[in-house]
């Protein structure tokens, strides 16, 4: 498609620009709603058990990528280790940017296609596609799943994300 610039057919849709990733320096954070935070590296990251899955991907524009290949880590094996406290409910994940964040409840969440992805396609995400990690919720529009994810937090009443300040279902499934 002309003036379109896709990458494994995806149309890229950032409303910041890519964030720095610098392997040495990276973190990422669970925090807020748990019994003890939690700060891993990427190596650690790319440590922790991990599964690969083939999904679709939709976005509320009305575009679709078919059987997208995903690897990365599904959320249980971070709550496993920070465990959760008895009035924590919904799940933010933000940007490295600062700028995008969206959220989903625990039960979404630890849906079995839900997952933080590194890979897509057999290669590590793609600087513009979110590396090192984002989130992945294929029964979702697209703007539920979060690049450059670098923080996740637990709260008890669900955070409002970017596009759905916009007007967006916060529920991630029909049309605003
Ligand atoms: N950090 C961040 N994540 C984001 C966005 C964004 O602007 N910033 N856009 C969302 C939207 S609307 C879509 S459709 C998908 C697009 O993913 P892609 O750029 O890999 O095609 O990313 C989502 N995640
Ligand atoms: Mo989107």
Not at 149 to 167: D, H, K, S
Request: with cysteine.
């Amino acid at each position: 498609m002309v003036g379109i610039k896709t990458i494994n057919w995806f149309r890229i849709r950032s409303v910041e620009q890519p964030p720095r990733f610098d392997p040495g320096v990276w973190k990422l954070t669970v925090e807020g709603l748990v019994d003890s935070p939690l700060v891993i590296t990427y190596d650690e990251l790319l440590a922790l058990e991990s599964e690969e899955q083939v999904s679709d991907f939709h976005c509320v524009e009305g575009w679709s990528v078919d059987a997208v290949k995903w690897k990365g880590i599904r959320l249980k094996v971070l709550f496993n280790k920070t465990g959760l406290k008895p009035e924590a409910a919904f799940v933010t994940f933000y940007s490295a940017s600062g700028l995008y964040s969206d959220s989903l409840s625990l039960n979404e969440v630890v849906e079995p296609q839900v997952m933080l992805a590194y890979m897509l396609n057999d290669e590590l995400l793609p600087q513009v596609q979110g590396r090192p990690l984002r989130l992945v919720m294929p029964r979702m529009f697209g703007y539920k799943s979060v690049k450059w994810v670098n923080r996740i937090t637990l709260t008890q009443t669900q955070e409002v994300g970017y596009w759905e300040r916009a007007g967006y279902n916060i529920d991630g499934v029909s049309y605003p």
